[in-house]
């Protein structure tokens, strides 16, 4: 049969639609791509600084991180580079292998942190393979932004020396806050010059913050290029970046003793969870807001991988900051081709620029590193969290943890800080009495519902949380507590609603319960009992607690099963039943 004209036409129409969508989204890419290259570069310098590294590993890192992402990530925003907290945690870790070799010898201490950057996407990668990317639920958001906020006070801090040309006298301390006095306390000692320089290029760099698309940083720093050389800035004092080596992608292991190694693996801990709770924050939110889904699992292994080519090709770790990634949404970025583009344009300006990096001021860098994290200044979602009147305690430990200790004890302490809320939540359910709501079916908490009541000889409770070997000794003494206090009960009805599977210690706990209401004339059984566990307590306890007359899939059959055996049985609703006989014959 042949095409209609109005046919062929409409056909035509739409295959122009198309062709033109996918036109604008590609120059949508080219343009996202070209924004974040300026925001890329300029980060690169200023986190090599941060890492206390050369800036050609930083650079050779950000090439790496956007080529493995773009080839194999799930984001169309994620732009996996060299970020701020994973610079600043990274060179925290090495210094702190005092006492060794690494800690005197420059060299070393590049091995060191290539070396941490191998073992923590090794790290990443195996958690993978082990389908663990829920993980990151285990560290609160709460303390994420407390340790964010805290973490871009100290960077930005550390910022001064450079900003305000003050030379800190040898053995100066270099924890946040001492750095803050002693620079606040010594503003004659402020060089004039560099004060200069930073201020002009901190007000260029907020005026061209009006236009989102344009890379403030990038910009200002090609100006500042430019004025240094003609005006010969370092003859009044100001001080330059200095010779930047290029990229050569050399594939080299990093050369440490034995013993240096087992050391990096214990630190590699803290940097593993703070770039997958980074970038897997950076992702989601993207992913969110846009309609994406995203696998947490492909993103550890894409992350892990990342960071293993960046150290094997001589660059620090990698990871998926905010401030890269929600620039390249807002650039108008449609797919990974952004971090092509990205990419491709990092290289040519490489290729032919690269020179003349050395001009750069270091008061401006210092601003362009101020500039990335201002974002992370906002109080404003610590202040919202405030207000709610929750997790005030996780927040304001991981701010205090961070500024007192320092970057890598502070991240420790907030990841411990997430740890013990979850056991203290879990470990102290609250234990509610079900009653039952008129003529339904249904159960609720006695006290919340006024048209709700007890059930005659039957004590029925819910713990409001699993039952696992935090939690369970506490949920079976509250449930004798309470069949205690009660003299005409019979049976109690446990429901398990919240406990899809037991560990030992629940599992026996159970029997214990069981054992001790059997001893006082009472009987248990279970509800809402989800498959794992009718499996393990038929397997283990077949002829008493795993039976299937105690075993029931809702609190309505528990309550109807006990009275109709009651009935069987001769009782009444005044005359208990002998568990023995209900149970056992």
């Not at 080529?67 to 907290?85: L, M, N, Q």
């Not at 214990?266 to 993207?286: I, P, Q, T």
């Not at 846009?290 to 492909?298: I, S």
């Not at 819910?462 to 949920?475: C, I, K, N, T, Y």
Request: glycine share 8%; proline share 5%; with cysteine.
């Amino acid at each position: 049969m042949s095409e209609t004209p109005a046919a062929a036409g409409s056909a035509t129409v739409v295959g122009q639609t198309v062709d033109t969508h996918a036109a604008a989204s590609r120059w949508r890419d080219v343009g996202a791509g070209l924004c974040v290259a300026g925001l890329l570069l300029p980060e690169a310098v200023a986190y090599a600084g941060l890492a206390r590294l050369p800036v050609v590993h930083a650079l050779t890192a950000m090439m790496v991180g956007l080529a493995v992402y773009a080839a194999f990530g799930g984001s169309r925003f994620a732009i996996v580079a060299p970020t701020s907290s994973s610079a600043t945690l990274s060179a925290a870790a090495v210094v702190s292998l005092s006492g060794t070799a690494v800690a005197a010898d420059p060299a070393a201490y590049v091995q060191a942190l290539l070396a941490l950057a191998l073992v923590a996407g090794g790290l990443l990668m195996l958690l993978a393979v082990a389908r663990q990317g829920q993980l990151s639920a285990f560290v609160a958001r709460p303390v994420l932004r407390g340790f964010a906020f805290a973490l871009a006070i100290t960077i930005v801090i550390k910022q001064l020396p450079d900003a305000l040309g003050l030379a800190l006298p040898k053995g100066a301390g270099s924890d946040p806050l001492h750095l803050l006095v002693f620079a606040a306390s010594n503003a004659q000692a402020w060089h004039l010059p560099t004060v200069a320089v930073a201020v002009i290029a901190a007000a260029a760099v907020a005026g061209l913050k009006r236009w989102p698309k344009v890379p403030a940083a990038m910009v200002v720093i090609v100006l500042a290029i430019v004025a240094a050389h003609g005006l010969d800035l370092k003859s009044l004092g100001v001080e330059e970046v200095g010779a930047v080596q290029r990229p050569a992608f050399r594939f080299g292991w990093p050369d440490l003793p034995f013993t240096e190694w087992l050391r990096i693996g214990e630190l590699a801990f803290g940097l593993v969870v703070l770039v997958f709770a980074e970038s897997w924050g950076s992702m989601r939110s993207m992913a969110l807001s846009h309609g994406d889904t995203l696998d947490a699992n492909r993103e550890l292994m894409v992350l892990g991988a990342a960071n293993v080519a960046a150290a094997v090709l001589q660059g620090m770790p990698v990871g998926a900051g905010f401030s890269a990634t929600s620039a390249n949404a807002v650039a108008g970025a449609t797919s990974r081709w952004a971090s092509v583009v990205a990419l491709v344009a990092i290289a040519l300006a490489l290729a032919l620029a690269l020179p003349a990096l050395h001009l750069l001021p270091r008061p401006v860098l210092a601003v362009a590193v101020i500039s990335a994290l201002w974002h992370a200044l906002n109080p404003r979602p610590l202040v919202d969290l405030w207000r709610m009147r929750r997790d005030r305690t996780l927040v304001a430990g991981a701010v205090i943890a961070v500024l007192a200790l320092g970057v890598l004890h502070g991240m420790l302490v907030a990841i411990a800080l997430s740890v013990l809320d979850a056991m203290r939540r879990f470990s102290r359910p609250i234990v509610h009495e079900l009653g039952e709501l008129g003529s339904t079916r249904n159960f609720v908490v006695l006290d919340s519902h006024q048209g709700a009541s007890a059930v005659p000889s039957l004590l029925i409770l819910r713990p409001e949380g699993p039952l696992f070997f935090a939690s369970a000794e506490r949920v079976v003494a509250d449930v004798m507590v309470r069949a205690g206090g009660r003299a005409d009960l019979h049976t109690v009805i446990l429901s398990l609603e919240e406990s899809s599977d037991l560990d030992s210690t629940a599992l026996e706990s159970l029997i214990e319960l069981d054992q001790r209401l059997l001893a006082s004339g009472k009987v248990l059984m279970l509800a809402r009992v989800k498959d794992p566990v009718r499996e393990l307590l038929g397997r283990c306890h077949p002829h008493s607690l795993g039976s299937n007359n105690r075993l029931f899939w809702s609190v309505a059959d528990a309550v109807q099963a006990q009275s109709v055996a009651r009935v069987d049985l001769g009782g009444s609703a005044s005359r208990p039943v002998s568990p023995v006989l209900q149970f056992h014959t």
